[in-house]
């Protein structure tokens, strides 16, 4: 080991004696220094789109105000979608009432009326009843297997004016 660190030594005397000769150290030192000043003078198209878009992090007042102004986002967020579940938990115990439904789209006074007693959740007295529970059931079941069976011959008489026109003209007769 002696031998190798005595060499090593020896190798750091030379390059110690033999320093390198500048013949303008001025010119040298310009040049150093100007290149250091145009890298400083030129930033790199990333360094300023970085700067653009986060430089406000390093000012302490904008970025309390921006996590302020985000947890602020978050709480109002988060009683919305609370006061949003209260209500959907809410919505099955509501009763409908019978006046409030739209019976436009029914067609017939039957279906109407069938449908304000299923909706009413209120009791009649036996003596206003004039049809059980289980045979107003059976009415409603039969008035849908009607529909399903007759719907072709609905949109038949539909589509044609002329059999509709002789169908209502039967039925005024009829009553």
Request: proline fraction near 3%.
């Amino acid at each position: 080991m002696k031998k190798e660190d005595l060499k090593y030594e020896q190798l750091i005397d030379i390059l110690k004696k033999s320093k390198p000769e500048f013949k303008d150290e001025e010119v040298i030192n310009d040049r150093i220094l100007r290149q250091i000043q145009l890298n400083k003078q030129k930033p790199e198209f990333k360094d300023m789109l970085i700067e653009f878009f986060f430089g406000w992090v390093y000012v302490g007042w904008v970025r309390k105000s921006m996590v302020t102004a985000a947890l602020l986002v978050i709480s109002i967020f988060i009683y919305q979608q609370s006061l949003i579940l209260k209500r959907f938990e809410q919505l099955p115990k509501q009763e409908m009432p019978a006046t409030e439904f739209n019976m436009s789209s029914l067609k017939s006074e039957v279906e109407t009326r069938i449908l304000q007693y299923q909706l009413s959740n209120k009791d009649i007295s036996e003596k206003q009843r004039l049809l059980t529970e289980k045979e107003i059931d059976n009415f409603i079941k039969s008035l849908k297997k009607i529909k399903h069976k007759n719907k072709e011959l609905l949109e038949l008489v539909e589509n044609d004016p002329l059999l509709k026109e002789y169908l209502e003209m039967k039925m005024k007769e009829a009553e």
